[in-house]
């Protein structure tokens, strides 16, 4: 996998998040739904800000970002789910989600550190402190 390629995963794997959140948001039921529908709500903007900021990274060192639902499909590590029915459900999807893209970042460093691109490691370390937020956070939310 090349720099472009990398920084297109990240594009893929937040745009599956972007719609599993909003489904999340859209769906989540029980007595801390007015808790997660807020949550999610925030966590599918935070991903939309993302994907943003990385697809125009991608533009300023020459790359093409993709930019189709099936581009995202067939690039990314995430699964499309919908099987997700209660909030406890989706709360652990979302945490073994975060869990990829941050390994997927990890590569992404790497492959920046390898292209002497300092901007893009910054980048992605700053969203691996993010995932480690929301990993934690959604972790102590299941009681784990």
């Known amino acids: 996998m090349n720099l472009h390629s990398a920084l297109n995963l990240q594009i893929a794997n937040w745009n599956v998040l972007y ?5 999340f948001h859209w ?7 007015f808790t997660l529908h807020e949550k999610f709500e925030e966590l599918y903007e ?5 994907i943003d900021k990385v697809a ?18 067939n690039t ?3 699964n499309e789910t919908n ?11 979302l945490i073994q989600d975060y869990k990829q893209v941050k390994n997927d970042l990890k590569q992404l460093i790497k492959l920046a ?7 893009t490691v910054d980048l992605a370390t700053g969203l691996m402190e993010k995932l480690d937020t929301h990993i934690w956070m959604l972790t102590a939310y299941l009681g784990d």
């Open 113 to 119: 550190e390898e292209n002497d691109d300092d901007v």
């Open 76 to 78: 990314a590590t995430l």
């Open 56 to 73: 125009e990274r991608l533009l300023a060192i020459g790359g093409e970002p993709i930019a189709t639902m099936k581009e995202y499909i």
């Open 19 to 23: 719609n599993k959140l909003h489904r």
């Open 46 to 50: 935070e991903a939309a800000a993302v």
């Open 27 to 33: 769906y989540v039921k029980g007595p801390l739904f």
């Open 83 to 93: 099987g997700e029915k209660t909030a406890n459900e989706m709360v652990q999807s």
